[in-house]
């Protein structure tokens, strides 16, 4: 919010870093002081599913930080952040920095090819810190994300067993599988640790179980504690990837279909569905923004687009290949395996 505020504003960099974090950390602090009854120390921690856990999050973290897949995406998310940091002292805005136009063609975007509040805020770290950006974007932050992808798949699957280190095994199992999914550049297992520098990892590998457990524990036991989670992690989300603005309404709303028809509590569950949407309201302003700021439709036979596949069957091909189909098999048996299973826990959801 403070990024779209500072770019619409003219706020200068310098400003917008000490506000930012001023503001994080103050945020960070408000939030464990009022709701500290949620995080009540147990006296029955379950040591072997703790130490398996985090054993997983620190396996991630170091492969994150060994093993990079370069990504030329790169190339649109980082100059603008480079140039700020070299001119603390600029307005922001939406120019893009590392194409120039000249003086009568400024090239601006609102979304597309530039660099997000993901971006904005570790370089607003960095020059608070004085810690050299890039070490933040491609060691510091892909280590914590990754740390926190086995710990959102534990949260997730808290809500079909209540066994601690049942959990923490299908956690592992379950990491050591999108381990195996990295046919292509787009599968799966490539948008995991080996490209957690990204906010669209940031999204997929840690927002999406995060955001689907989040809507089922809202659903099963609503609470203001919950839907101000909800609220927060969807608009940080939204500021990581602008994917968020499809994916996560998408997928509360599936989450959403399959509760009602398994618990056959209709009413119940649409009344809970109302109040859960308007944690959304960040990100529906925000859509609503970039479609009235764009100012050329970026279709399918846009220079941007060029090189790209016209049609559904050619982006699937980017994400599977079939001639060593790993994730369309694991696929295939972990949904047949599913169905099987979650016909006899449809009370879980």
């Known amino acids: 919010m403070l990024t779209v505020l500072a770019k619409e504003f003219g706020i200068h960099f310098r400003l917008y870093s000490i506000i930012g974090w001023a503001f994080t950390v103050l945020f960070l602090i408000s939030f464990l002081l009022f709701?500290?009854?949620?995080?009540?120390?147990?006296?029955?921690?379950?040591?072997?599913?703790?130490?398996l856990l985090i054993l997983t999050g620190v396996i991630c973290s170091t492969i994150a930080l060994i093993s990079h897949n370069s990504d030329g995406d790169d190339f649109y998310y980082l100059p603008n952040v480079v140039y700020m940091l070299d001119n603390?002292?600029?307005?922001?805005?939406?120019?893009?920095?590392?194409?120039?136009?000249?003086?009568?063609?400024?090239?601006?975007?609102?979304?597309?090819?530039?660099?997000?509040?993901?971006?904005?805020?570790?370089?607003a770290f960095s020059y608070i810190s004085g810690i050299n950006f890039l070490s933040i974007y491609y060691l510091l932050t892909p280590a914590i994300i990754?740390?926190?992808?086995?710990?959102?798949?534990?949260?997730?699957?808290?809500?079909?067993?209540?066994?601690?280190?049942?959990?923490?095994?299908?956690?592992?199992?379950?990491?050591?599988?999108?381990?195996?999914?990295?046919?292509?550049?787009?599968?799966?297992?490539?948008?995991?640790?080996?490209?957690?520098?990204?906010?669209?990892?940031?999204?997929?590998?840690?927002?999406i179980p995060f955001c689907a457990g989040l809507t089922l524990h809202y659903l099963k036991k609503p609470s203001r504690h919950v839907w101000f989670m909800s609220l927060i992690s969807i608009t940080a989300l939204t500021g990581a990837s602008s994917s968020a603005l499809v994916?996560?309404?998408?997928?509360?709303?599936?989450?959403?279909?399959?509760?009602?028809?398994?618990?056959?509590?209709?009413?119940?569950?649409?009344?809970?569905?109302?109040?859960?949407?308007?944690s959304f309201i960040f990100l529906i302003l925000y859509g609503l923004y970039l479609m009235f700021s764009l100012q050329v439709e970026l279709g399918i036979?846009?220079?941007?687009?060029?090189?790209?596949?016209?049609?559904?069957?050619?982006?699937?091909?980017?994400?599977?290949?079939?001639?060593?189909?790993?994730?369309?098999?694991?696929?295939?048996?972990?949904?047949?395996?599913?169905?099987?299973?979650?016909?006899e826990k449809k009370s879980n959801l």
């Open 88 to 123: 603390p002292n600029t307005p922001m805005g939406h120019e893009i920095h590392f194409l120039d136009g000249g003086p009568a063609c400024e090239i601006i975007s609102h979304s597309w090819g530039t660099s997000k509040a993901f971006e904005y805020m570790q370089g």
């Open 146 to 207: 990754s740390f926190f992808i086995p710990l959102a798949l534990y949260y997730l699957l808290s809500f079909f067993s209540n066994k601690p280190v049942n959990k923490a095994i299908g956690v592992f199992l379950t990491q050591g599988i999108i381990f195996l999914l990295g046919e292509t550049h787009r599968t799966y297992g490539n948008f995991s640790v080996t490209r957690a520098f990204q906010g669209k990892t940031l999204l997929l590998a840690v927002g």
């Open 35 to 51: 709701n500290r009854s949620e995080y009540k120390w147990s006296k029955h921690i379950a040591w072997k599913a703790a130490f």
């Open 247 to 278: 994916l996560l309404p998408f997928l509360a709303i599936v989450i959403i279909m399959a509760s009602s028809l398994t618990s056959k509590l209709y009413n119940r569950t649409i009344n809970r569905s109302l109040v859960y949407s308007l």
């Open 301 to 343: 036979h846009s220079p941007v687009n060029q090189g790209w596949p016209k049609n559904f069957t050619g982006h699937l091909l980017l994400m599977f290949n079939i001639y060593r189909p790993n994730t369309l098999a694991i696929l295939f048996l972990s949904s047949t395996y599913s169905l099987i299973f979650l016909s």
